[in-house]
């Protein structure tokens, strides 16, 4: 069976605070804003290639009836990893560097879905921890 990842979603507080992110600093073309900000759908997403997005959910999708919203210290999801090429992963150390965000962890090589990479780990501004790597060709 083959199978690939669709779409993450992440409980955002602050949708526009992680478009900068992904979008601005990591330049993940957005999807779906425009029709977002004009209230036509009810989220916006990044498209990390043609068949995976992460979608970001604005509190009012994920409070639910219970009205029970996370807080800073509840973790929304452990991690996720973006696989980019070399190059590109490079780019984007030399970037983020750049804006003052040091890895959490790594480089250092680690195992993956497609064997052994090198990958450094990053907070987002809602302090979702977001895994980059790169394998080599």
């Keep these: 069976m083959k199978a690939n990842l669709d779409h993450i ?7 526009d605070i992680l478009l900068r992110f ?18 036509k759908v009810p989220f916006p997403s990044v498209r990390l290639n043609e068949e995976t997005i992460i979608d970001l959910f604005p509190a009012k999708l994920w409070k639910g009836e219970s009205n029970v919203v996370r807080d800073s210290t509840t973790l929304n999801v452990n ?9 590109d992963w490079n780019y984007l150390v030399k970037k983020l560097a750049q804006h003052n965000i040091n890895p959490e ?3 250092k090589v680690l195992f993956g879905a497609k064997g052994n990479g090198t990958s450094i780990y990053i907070r987002d501004p809602e302090n979702n921890l ?7 060709d």
């Design 22 to 39: 992904y979008s601005d600093l990591l330049e993940f073309p957005s999807v779906r804003l425009t029709e977002w900000r004009q209230g």
């Design 9 to 15: 979603v992440i409980n955002a507080f602050d949708v």
């Design 130 to 136: 977001v895994e980059l790597r790169y394998y080599e």
């Design 79 to 87: 991690h996720f990893c973006i696989t980019l090429a070399k190059t």
């Design 105 to 107: 962890s790594g480089p």
